[in-house]
């Protein structure tokens, strides 16, 4: 792991300063298709089409029905987080993962390093350092206390106050 961390370190700091003998290259500006500029109005911003608005009522129409007739099964916060403890913690890391890292992502972080260059990108790598501790370490520690809350955590941890103090910073 700290050889990762070493070489990430090292990777950054060379493609950040300018390699010796290395000849650095300008980014060529963005050129819109005329397609492209049709679709965008400068002073109106892209407003979408029909089958835009369809497929996000409808998305939002199917999301509002399986939260209703999953939802009517909850009785407890317990059931809420954990889906009523029938599901291993390794399941919900694997859960975790599929949310945090997803075609989003990869588009999102490939196109700024690209505008700005690998430096950029360093937040999404962190993520790929920190979520295997978060994943192997935490969430086991909250699953089996049965935890619901980062404040929760902390008011069992340390006391009431600490725990009012969580609240208030999350």
């Known amino acids: 792991m700290l050889g990762v961390v ?50 996000m009522i409808g998305y939002f129409l199917i999301i509002v029905v399986l939260g209703a007739f999953f939802g009517r099964n909850m009785k407890s916060t317990d059931d809420f987080f954990f889906g009523g403890r029938k599901f291993a913690w390794w399941l919900i890391a694997f859960s975790m993962v599929a949310t945090t890292i997803g075609s989003y992502s990869f588009l999102k972080y490939s196109s700024k390093g690209y505008e700005y260059g690998l430096s950029s990108t360093q937040t999404y790598s962190n993520d790929w350092i ?39 910073c999350l």
């Open 130 to 168: 920190y979520f295997p501790l978060l994943l192997f370490c935490w969430l086991p520690i909250l699953y089996f206390s049965r935890i619901t809350s980062i404040p929760e955590y902390f008011g069992r941890r340390f006391n009431s106050k600490v725990r009012f103090w969580a609240t208030i």
């Open 6 to 55: 070493s070489f990430y370190f090292i990777l950054q700091a060379f493609l950040q300063y300018k390699a010796p003998g290395m000849p650095s290259a300008e980014s060529l500006p963005y050129k819109p298709t005329p397609k492209a500029e049709a679709a965008v109005d400068p002073g109106e911003g892209y407003r979408g089409a029909t089958i835009d608005y369809a497929i």
